[in-house]
């Protein structure tokens, strides 16, 4: 790694100080977010300081080095997407471990790659709990954004919304729900389907 990249990766980690919270910090570790360390930085601080960075592919790969949970996130929000290989989105998806940074990817990053729908639908699909939930919130934005998937694609998204929905993973069924909210807002179609859909699963979605 170029020795200019590592100086600025050692200067933004050196003002995660000024943005301190001890109290979200600890908060969050009751929660269960795994970071070796957490300085509790507000993500409108982060957002704040990722503006202020600029993209760049490799500060972004060298942050995401270190299990600091601000170097995650500005990594997320500093990496080009269209500079993104699928190899390292792979691998940075392998090593997300907790619901907040997988909420952060898919919303600041993973939707934004060109083959966020292909990603979206693997990982939904997958055993993995923080790729499930990635999947959804990919969905959930591309939905957003107005992107409609084909029939077969609405075929493959029910089925592994429902299944996600009344599955076991609370945090998986939250993220199944909120793309479903979002694909009904495409269209009345969508909302149709949407509607038989969550009440095969017993639920009165409107």
């Given at each position: 790694?170029?020795?200019d ?17 001890g ?10 977010a ?10 409108p601080m ?20 270190d299990?600091v949970?601000?170097?995650?996130i ?8 269209d ?29 934004k ?17 923080m790729q499930?939930?990635c999947g ?16 077969r ?18 945090n998986?069924?939250k ?5 479903m909210?979002?694909?009904a807002?495409?269209?009345l179609?969508?909302?149709?389907l949407?509607?038989?859909?969550m009440?095969?699963?017993g639920?009165?979605?409107?």
């Amino acid at each position: 790694m170029d020795a200019d990249i590592i100086e600025k990766a050692k200067e933004i980690k050196r003002s995660f100080r000024l943005m301190m919270d001890g109290v979200t910090s600890q908060s969050m570790r009751d929660k269960g977010a795994n970071y070796h360390v957490n300085w509790g930085a507000s993500i409108p601080m982060l957002k704040a300081k990722a503006k202020e960075m600029g993209y760049n592919h490799d500060l972004a790969v060298e942050l995401w080095k270190d299990n600091v949970r601000e170097c995650k996130i500005l990594a997320l929000m500093t990496m080009p997407a269209d500079e993104m290989s699928r190899q390292l989105a792979e691998l940075w998806m392998e090593q997300i471990n907790n619901t907040e940074l997988a909420e952060l990817a898919s919303m600041y990053l993973f939707c934004k790659l060109p083959y966020a729908p292909d990603m979206a639908y693997k990982w939904m699909a997958s055993e993995n709990e923080m790729q499930q939930i990635c999947g959804f919130h990919i969905l959930a934005r591309l939905f957003m954004n107005g992107q409609e998937p084909n029939e077969r694609g609405i075929n493959e998204y029910i089925d592994q919304a429902q299944a996600a929905i009344m599955g076991g993973s609370m945090n998986v069924r939250k993220a199944a729900m909120a793309s479903m909210r979002r694909f009904a807002d495409l269209a009345l179609v969508y909302e149709r389907l949407a509607d038989t859909a969550m009440k095969r699963c017993g639920i009165d979605f409107f």
